[in-house]
């Protein structure tokens, strides 16, 4: 991103967090329909995941899914733009929970929560509301340019009770206080954005997938929690936990690493399937792909 596409994000999201939430949709679905017709690569991108992901879909159905995904992200963006000025007590009755006694239950452990998931729904929104009910809430994040977008990503998360690391060593020391003070920890693994994962088999097809996750939990007994977060058509939130994953040691750190990954992406690959029209990854996760 540019500067002047910076100042022109500012320009919209100053905007945006003074409308009411119902315009500021129907502001979000408007550009998103510029993005998903004119798009030179995030649309031929996000359509080829989707078709390895629903490889049953029709070419119809492909591009419905992808028109909806568009859609979604865009509400999503009018979320985090609205945040500066949002309130957590008014975002509590948007947010339905199934599966919270897996949450309690890995709290309870006392060793932190590792948070697992893919790029799929309005985390900032669960991650405020956790924020200031359970624990402080840990995110880690890709450092976006220019640097102003970052520190307004942080700040405004900031705000809310939510920590912003970025995927690099000084980040990870961070994130291992902070489940040591047993707080929340949200990470993604359906997209390698550092270029360190490792290679096995997504949806069937080799891809890079993070292993970070599952390193610290082998390393300090942090139980991983998969959880999936969407949108309901009454523009409220859905969060699901699943059963909590514990990583044993074998004495093989290597192959415990990627046992338990693996065990961790066949959840992921359950959340995408059952909805796909809200994964929004618009980036190369296979080879071939645009």
Same mark, same amino acid.
């Given at each position: 991103m540019r500067e002047w596409q910076?100042?022109?994000?500012?320009?919209?999201?100053?905007?945006?967090?003074?409308?009411?939430?119902?315009?500021?949709?129907?502001?979000?679905?408007?550009?998103?329909?510029?993005?998903?017709?004119?798009?030179?690569?995030a649309r031929p991108r996000l359509e080829y995941n989707l078709k390895v992901a629903c490889p049953d879909a029709s070419p119809v159905e492909i591009r419905r899914l992808s028109w909806l995904n568009f859609r979604n992200h865009a509400k999503a963006y009018a979320d985090l733009? !609205?945040?500066?000025?949002?309130?957590?007590?008014? !975002?509590?009755?948007? !947010?339905h929970v199934e599966g919270w006694e897996h949450l309690e239950q890995?709290?309870?452990?006392?060793?932190?929560? !590792?948070?697992?998931?893919?790029?799929m729904g309005s985390y900032e929104v669960t991650a405020a509301i956790w924020s200031s009910t359970l624990a402080p809430v840990t995110f880690f994040a890709e450092e976006l340019e220019p640097r102003p977008l970052f520190e307004w990503y942080r700040?405004?998360?900031?705000?809310?009770?939510?920590?912003?690391?970025?995927l690099d060593l000084a980040g990870l020391r961070k994130v291992t206080h902070a489940l040591r003070d047993n707080e929340l920890v949200i990470t993604a693994i359906d997209r390698d954005i550092t270029g360190t994962g490792r290679v096995m088999p997504f949806f069937g097809r080799p891809a890079p997938i993070p292993t970070g996750p599952t390193a610290l939990a082998l390393r300090m007994g942090t139980p991983l929690l998969p959880v999936c977060v969407?949108?309901?058509p009454d523009d409220s939130y859905k969060v699901e936990g699943m059963p909590l994953i514990i990583a044993q040691r074998s004495g093989d750190d290597d192959a415990d690493e990627l046992r338990v990954t693996q065990q961790l992406l066949r959840q992921i690959e359950e959340?995408?399937?059952?909805?796909?029209?809200?994964?929004?990854?618009?980036?190369?996760i296979w080879e071939g792909g645009p």
């Open positions: 910076w100042r022109g994000f500012k320009v919209v999201q100053s905007i945006v967090e003074r409308l009411p939430r119902a315009w500021a949709y129907a502001l979000a679905v408007f550009a998103a329909r510029f993005a998903w017709w004119f798009s030179p690569l733009m !609205m945040l500066p000025r949002t309130r957590v007590v008014e !975002m509590r009755p948007l !947010m890995a709290r309870a452990i006392g060793k932190g929560v !590792m948070v697992v998931s893919c790029h700040d405004t998360r900031a705000r809310l009770g939510i920590s912003v690391l970025a969407y949108r309901l959340f995408i399937r059952r909805h796909p029209e809200q994964w929004h990854v618009p980036h190369r």
